[in-house]
């Protein structure tokens, strides 16, 4: 039997989603992905099917899976389409501070609503001004009465924008606080004024909408502040951060998962005319197959093993967390890369879906943590700095 299938608590969870994929995902995947398009349908299938509470508990009105389940579910989801799973990945990563957070008023306003798939959530933390130094934002939120003006909230990337509901968004709680005294809010889009500040036009993840937004006008403390005033670092972030890593390598390795299974057929069915023989046969071929399926097998362990140590003790090694997110991007793009090249000819030409799994795949080495960060961060500390810093 092999390590990686789903243990019996997790396989109708894992193949529902593997169904729903290929049903729902999959077939308009590369029309998505040609026209921009939000994957509007697929998001009213996973909302159907009640995949918005992933990891929301039973008792308001969730699935419950585990990090470990929730990894499977959102790689297979990202083997049918890379753009929806990225899009699935930021709802649910927002949600995970939001339910294990909420106030009673935030449960019955949106945790429910969200596990009922009423509600779409996103993270917009990332701001253009410091990019991939995601740990420092700039726009700030300004106390007054009981809520926040959001006087100057600009966010460079948000995937999903103007189709979520709720925007996960830490934010400076006043412009003197100084870099990393952030509040986190779940920005409700149906009580601000937002605006999506260009059209998202990205070379992979094209049915993502990930947009620049800018909010403006106020939120409420109870309703809409997730912990306490400049809680993101001591609360929030700790809670935050283990799933956003574990998430993130599970859309690569599901883009690596695809291509791969995409490549298998192609070289399965290329028969050629002169010798009747096919790619399959061919020993280089088998061996660029077997290099693929290494290089997966690797991260799924990988992964695997640090997901299971954050269910079974709570917390999972900071260094692990990033550094799969960097195993699983560099999978992607070695097994895309590979696929595409025994792919051939058919394949540059567009006549399968490998093009769009090789461009979802870049995404991973300039989404944060990007791979270069990931790097640098690990190197610091294995030379005894800590891992954020210049000197
Ligand atoms: C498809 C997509 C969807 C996204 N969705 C969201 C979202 O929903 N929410 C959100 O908050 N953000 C999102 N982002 C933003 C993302 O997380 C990054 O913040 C953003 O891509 C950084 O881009 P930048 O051009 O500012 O990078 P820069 O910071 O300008 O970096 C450019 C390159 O330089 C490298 N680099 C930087 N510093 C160093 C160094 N010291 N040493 C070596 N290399 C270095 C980086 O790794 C990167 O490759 C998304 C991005 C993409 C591409």
């Avoid at 996973?46 to 918005?52: D, E, H, N, Q, S």
């Avoid at 508990?57 to 579910?73: K, L, Q, S, W, Y």
């Avoid at 709720?166 to 005294?181: C, E, I, M, R, S």
């Avoid at 809670?239 to 993130?248: D, K, R, V, Y």
């Amino acid at each position: 039997m092999s390590l990686f299938e789903p243990l019996p608590y997790q396989e109708a969870l894992v193949d529902e989603a593997a169904k729903l994929g290929d049903a729902a995902l999959r077939p308009q995947a590369n029309k998505v992905d040609a026209e921009a398009k939000f994957p509007t349908e697929g998001f009213a299938a996973l909302a159907k099917a009640g995949f918005y509470g992933l990891r929301i508990p039973e008792r308001f009105g969730g699935r419950g899976a585990d990090n470990r389940t929730a990894v499977m579910v959102i790689e297979r989801l990202a083997r049918a389409c890379g753009s929806t799973a990225m899009c699935f990945k930021m709802h649910c990563e927002a949600v995970e501070p939001l339910w294990r957070m909420a106030n009673a008023e935030q449960i019955e306003a949106f945790v429910k609503p969200v596990a009922a798939g009423k509600l779409l959530c996103t993270t917009a933390i990332s701001e253009s001004g410091t990019g991939s130094h995601t740990w420092v934002m700039q726009s700030f939120a300004t106390k007054s009465g009981d809520g926040y003006d959001l006087s100057e909230v600009r966010k460079g990337w948000v995937t999903s924008s103007g189709h979520a509901d709720l925007y996960f968004a830490p934010v400076l709680h006043d412009k003197a606080a100084g870099t990393g005294n952030y509040t986190a809010f779940m920005i409700e889009k149906a009580k601000v004024d937002w605006s999506i500040d260009a059209p998202w036009n990205g070379l992979g993840m094209r049915a993502n909408a990930s947009s620049p937004m800018t909010f403006k006008g106020r939120v409420s403390t109870k309703r809409h502040r997730l912990g306490e005033e400049a809680g993101w670092q001591k609360q929030v972030f700790p809670i935050f951060m283990p799933f956003s890593m574990l998430t993130f390598a599970a859309v690569y390795l599901g883009i690596a998962e695809g291509a791969f299974e995409e490549a298998i057929a192609h070289v399965t069915g290329r028969a050629y005319g002169d010798t009747g023989s096919n790619l399959a046969k061919l020993d280089g071929i088998q061996r660029y197959i077997g290099e693929m399926r290494l290089s997966l097998d690797r991260t799924r362990a990988f992964l695997m093993a640090v997901a299971a140590q954050l269910d079974d003790t709570g917390a999972a090694d900071p260094r692990h967390l990033i550094e799969c997110v960097c195993a699983a991007d560099e999978t992607a793009l070695e097994v895309t890369r590979i696929a595409m090249n025994i792919g051939g000819g058919k394949s540059y030409a567009g006549q399968n879906s490998l093009g769009r799994y090789l461009r979802d795949a870049q995404a991973g080495s300039v989404m944060a943590p990007t791979d270069d960060m990931v790097k640098l961060r690990v190197g610091r500390l294995m030379v005894g700095l800590p891992q954020f810093g210049s000197a």
